[in-house]
């Protein structure tokens, strides 16, 4: 179980890292920084943002990656992308031979 999930960590984009007494894989992203993982006995432990969670499942591992590394929209800036669509839509609209 163990070598499946480092194929996993490598196929995403990990680096592997050797300490003293284990290995870590290392991933740095502009979007959420730098996510440390970390090879458990039956599993793998990721480390974000001061953040603990041990995955034993890899649905799970791999919804939690996608969650912290896709881009964050906040509210105020989802809300001005669509007023400007809706001007944007109201200006094309208006310019129109009907």
């Known amino acids: ?6 194929k996993y960590l490598i196929k995403n984009n990990f680096w592997l890292t ?10 740095h992203t502009p979007i959420s ?6 090879l458990m006995q039956k599993g793998v432990e ?3 943002s001061g953040e ?3 995955f034993t ?18 509210e105020d800036a989802s809300e001005f992308v669509n007023i400007l ?3 944007l839509s ?6 129109l031979d009907f």
């Not at 050797?18 to 991933?27: G, L, Y």
């Not at 109201?90 to 310019?95: A, D, F, I, P, W």
């Open 57 to 74: 499942n890899f649905n799970e591992l791999d919804e939690f990656l996608e969650k912290i590394t896709s881009p964050r929209i906040s």
């Open 90 to 95: 109201s200006n094309v609209l208006r310019k």
């Open 33 to 38: 920084g730098g996510i440390y993982a970390k």
């Open 46 to 48: 990721i480390q974000h």
């Open 85 to 87: 669509n809706r001007r």
């Open 18 to 27: 050797k300490k003293k007494d284990c290995e870590w894989f290392v991933k």
């Open 1 to 6: 179980m163990n070598q499946m999930f480092k």
């Open 52 to 54: 603990r969670v041990i």
